[in-house]
Each structure stands twice: as C-alpha cells, then as structure tokens.
C-alpha cells in the first residue's frame, strides 16, 4: 500500500493550519512554493541543507513582500513549513546563520569558504556542504540554487548586480559543489524574471489603490460641497410673498 503524501494532502495540511483565506494576487506564489517543496520532500533523494532553507526562506520573503495584512505573513509561513512536516523556526534559523556568514565575507571569501568546505570540510556548516559535494544522488532544486544565489547578493559588493562578476564566480562554485552550471544558470534567470514580474504587480496594485483613493477623496469632497449647498439654501430667508390690496376708489 502506498501512504506517500500527496500534493493534495499537503495544500489540505495547510489549510488546516492557515484558516485565513489567502490574497488572490499571492495565492498562486504561495502554492507553486508549497508544490516545489512538496515534490522535493517526498522524492527519496531530497536532504534538507541549509542552502536550501536559505532559498526557502528568500523565494518566501521576497515574493510576498507587500503581502496584506502584513501580520498573516508569519502565520503562512509556518503552515507552508509544517504542511511539510519541516520546522519553521530551525528554517528561519538557518538562513539567518547563512545570511550573517554571507554578509562578513567578500564574494571571493564566500567562494574560497565554500571550495575549503568542498575539499576538507571545517565548521558545520562547511561539513554539509562537503557532503553535498561528495553526493552523486544529491537532489539539486531550483530552491538549492536561489540560496546559493542570495550568499552571493549577501556578500561585501552583491556581485549579483554585475553580470561580469556574476558569470565569474558562478561556474566556479558550480564546479566546487559538482552542480551542472547550465541548470543553476536557468534556474536563476527565471528566478530573476519572476522576481520582475511580482515588482510590476505590485506597483500596479499601488497605482489601483491609489487612483481607488483618489476617487474615494474626490467623491467624498463632492459630497461635502452638495451638503454645505443645501445647508446655506435652508438657512437663508424665506422669499416674501407679494399680497394684494384693495385701492380705494
């Protein structure tokens, strides 16, 4: 008998956990995400590392920036984690590790630590790093690779801003962590595209809130007016009428 959850089994996880309805404009990010990590946790070759936290973490908190009412973020994040069976405090906990370690390092510091933890391994987090290296079955995701990418951005400089910089040390950390370059490199581009597309949206949702508020004020200030009209018309006086009177003859 297979017990091997399913997708559904997850969204249904989650939504047992999150009760709120999700924004329409974010529903779609937060189920590819929650269908991305699905697939890769019952695939029999998926380890959880901190890079891909790390990448879990980034892909959640830039995509649903803006997210509205801001304090059911939290709370969807610890359901798309816990429908998983994952813990989303040693998640957050260790992107933060990653995310600190990154921003004390130059980009070539950040490779250089990463090429040493390749070759001969040295605090924990460079062991795990070593393992994934020497792991001809490690599952690669799209999720490993966005973390990856956000040590680089972290780094003294963000040589993620640079195209030269970026196509120089991303092959070498490639190779150090035996990754097809090709893959990461596509997966980074449509990363990259799709963070685009959500900067649009959401500047777009702006400019709808904003005109929907200008025509708020505007038929509020019209309303205004008509009312102090009809109050001055009440106040004023009564127009006299003319009466007639007999002329003697």
């Known amino acids: 008998m297979n017990n091997l959850r399913t997708v559904s089994d997850t969204k249904r996880a989650f939504y047992s956990i999150h009760t709120r309805p999700v924004n329409s404009v974010y529903r779609r990010v937060v189920e590819e995400l929650m269908v991305e990590m699905h697939l890769l946790q019952v695939n029999e070759d998926f380890r959880y590392d901190p890079i891909f936290a790390l990448g879990v973490v980034t892909s959640f908190d830039r995509f649903m920036e803006g997210y509205q009412p801001e304090h059911d973020k939290g709370n969807i994040f610890n359901a798309l984690c816990q429908a998983q069976n994952s813990d989303p405090l040693q998640m957050r906990k260790d992107s933060q590790r990653l995310q600190e ?14 090429t040493q933890a390749a070759a001969s391994g040295g605090d924990e987090l460079q062991w795990q790093l070593r393992n994934i290296s020497q792991n001809p079955k490690f599952k690669y995701s799209r999720l490993f690779a966005i973390g990856l990418f956000t040590l680089l951005e972290l780094s003294e400089g963000n040589i993620t801003q640079d195209e ?21 490199q596509k997966d980074l581009e449509i990363y990259r595209g799709n963070l685009d597309k959500i900067v649009q949206v959401r500047q777009a949702m702006e400019d709808i809130l904003e005109s929907q508020r200008k025509r708020r004020e505007a038929a509020a200030d019209e309303a205004k007016a008509e009312a102090a009209v009809e109050d001055t018309s009440d106040d004023a006086d009564p127009t006299d009428t003319e009466s007639t009177s007999e002329v003697p003859k």
């Open 101 to 114: 370690l990154a921003q004390s390092k130059s980009a070539q510091e950040m490779l250089a630590w990463i």
């Open 164 to 184: 030269a910089s970026l196509a120089e040390f991303l092959p070498n950390i490639c190779t150090v962590l035996n990754l097809s370059e090709s893959k990461v």
